[in-house]
């Protein structure tokens, strides 16, 4: 009778463990430049910018990726059925920012839509960031009431999931009402855009702790949030273009000592 040899199972290589994933420090001084990159101001420890831009050699980097609307305009890229419509087929638009609504009410369809914002987040990890920051994780509080807490939770937690395994940490972008899901979530820092002004910053804090990172529009909210959480937070006070130096409506200030 002819010996029959197996290959040992042993003999199957191990996966390789995921990269460990590291929030930014603490407290750490930072600049959101989503309106164009620029040399980050001496004492900069955490820069946050869009995708399509290279990071900050030396710094913890943060990469913007519009990951639940499209971006203005930009509807069209996606598969008609990825864009969120309403009775009549219309685009469902996020008015301040004229931004159509992506589709995530089914397990199909945000499938197919990570799939994309898992390419960009690729392409963060490629390029050396150190983090993710998807944004409009809120969309659904402006879809009239077509998607749901529940269709936000499911796709945030499959960027993250993805995210995780190229070791990049995830914020959650704003939403602080889903603030207590953030472990479930797979989600590690804040990006809270005026928590200090609408007075929501105890609500990040309480989930995240100092994960927090604060980003102001006004000098008065400014000044609030280095009084009540500077040298624990991380708390810039930007222009509402996020804009780069020389463009005219560019601010960028920081808690004293900063």
Known sequence: MAAV?????????PSAPAPAVVPPPAGAVFDYQLGGAYPPPAGTEVVARDRAAEPAEGLYNICYVNAFQAQPGKEDDWDHDLVLRDGDGRPVVDED????LLDISTPGRRARIAERVDRW???????????VEPDN?????????????AHARAMITLISRYAHER???????????????RADSGLDFAVAEECARYDECDVYTEEFGDDVIVVEYTDAALADACRRWGGTLSIVRR????????????????????
């Open 5 to 13: 040899v197996l290959a040992p199972a042993a003999c199957a290589p």
């Open 97 to 100: 920012w004229d931004e159509a």
């Open 121 to 131: 987040t690729a392409q963060c990890a490629d390029k050396g960031y150190d983090a």
């Open 137 to 149: 994780y809120d969309s659904y509080t402006r879809s009239g009431g077509r998607l749901t807490a």
């Open 167 to 181: 070791g990049l940490a995830v914020a959650q972008k704003n939403t602080p009402e889903l603030a207590a899901h």
């Open 239 to 258: 222009d509402l273009g996020v804009t780069a130096p020389g463009s005219g409506d560019h601010v960028r200030r920081t808690c004293p000592g900063d």
